[in-house]
């Protein structure tokens, strides 16, 4: 049976290439040219106008659900930022990656962030916005008995306060993912999809690499499943690193992600 989920992609997947204006229109063009429309947007250039890339956005046809914004942009330049936000027509300002400010002291660290983040999140949603936590595996550290995922599901606002879970970085952490998508149901609207490849290493130890849907090792449908019931509904394709041209990669991927989706 078809998933009502939509692929789209992560620009984070072909950073070198978006960090001019007219690197970021070529790039937009060749992610439009797969039949993909809808796009988070992740370390594009800091010096391109916002304006162009409105512009840009309405030429192409194209749709932007969710972003990675600059911590100090989202702690100190946040109205301007819900500006640029709300001319692209995207409602979610997201954080790709928490600072060492924070990570470096453990349970005191989530305590500040916790804290620090919560007048952001009233600020979004006063612009009808929510904030996005983007997790990797630190997350599940525990610190005094506790996961800091937990911590961040129980102690901030579950209107505001949304989620973005990474298949890959969810099985690195060696958690439940299905049990974690669960309990930020009705709060995350994104996945990040990437596939999880092995190879070997110099003394015969696996390592483990973010890689192309269909070549390795995770079976989607039973996520894709729990993404329907629990609210998802932007499946971002994100290779962190890729092996090869990374539009070929975010092409294979685009194309088996639908074909499995379509099923």
């Known amino acids: 049976m078809p998933y009502n989920l939509i692929p789209a992609v992560q620009m984070f997947t072909v950073r070198e290439f978006i960090q001019t204006a007219e690197g970021l229109e070529q790039s937009m063009r060749r992610i439009r040219d797969m039949g993909c429309r809808d796009v988070q947007f992740s370390r594009v250039g800091t ?6 890339i409105t512009a840009l956005l309405k030429e192409l046809d194209m749709h932007v659900f969710v972003t990675h914004s600059p911590m100090d942009r989202i702690f100190n330049d ?15 300002i997201g954080l790709g990656n928490l600072d060492n400010r924070y990570l470096d002291d453990g349970y005191e660290g989530y305590t500040r962030f ?16 929510t904030f996005a936590y983007h997790s990797h595996s630190f997350e599940f550290i525990r610190y005094q008995g506790r996961y800091m995922y937990d911590r961040l599901i129980e102690e901030t606002d579950p209107e505001g306060f ?81 092996l090869r041209d990374p539009f070929d990669c975010l092409k294979d991927a685009y194309v088996e992600l639908k074909r499995i989706v379509e099923e």
Not at 47 to 52: E, L, R, S, T
């Open 114 to 129: 916790i804290r620090d983040i919560k007048p952001v999140v009233q600020e979004l949603k006063r612009e009808g916005m």
């Open 47 to 52: 010096g391109i106008d916002p304006d162009f």
């Open 78 to 92: 946040l109205p301007a930022l819900i500006r640029e936000h709300h001319a692209w027509g995207c409602d979610s």
């Open 162 to 242: 949304h989620f973005i879970q990474d298949s890959f970085w969810m099985r690195y952490g060696g958690i439940n993912h299905p049990k974690y998508m669960e309990k930020v149901a009705g709060r995350m609207e994104v996945l990040h999809v990437k596939d999880f490849t092995t190879r070997i290493g110099y003394f015969g130890e696996c390592e483990c690499m973010t890689g192309t849907i269909g070549e390795g090792n995770i079976d989607y449908r039973p996520l894709l499943e729990v993404c329907q019931r629990t609210g998802v509904k932007y499946l971002a394709i994100e290779q962190d690193r890729c």
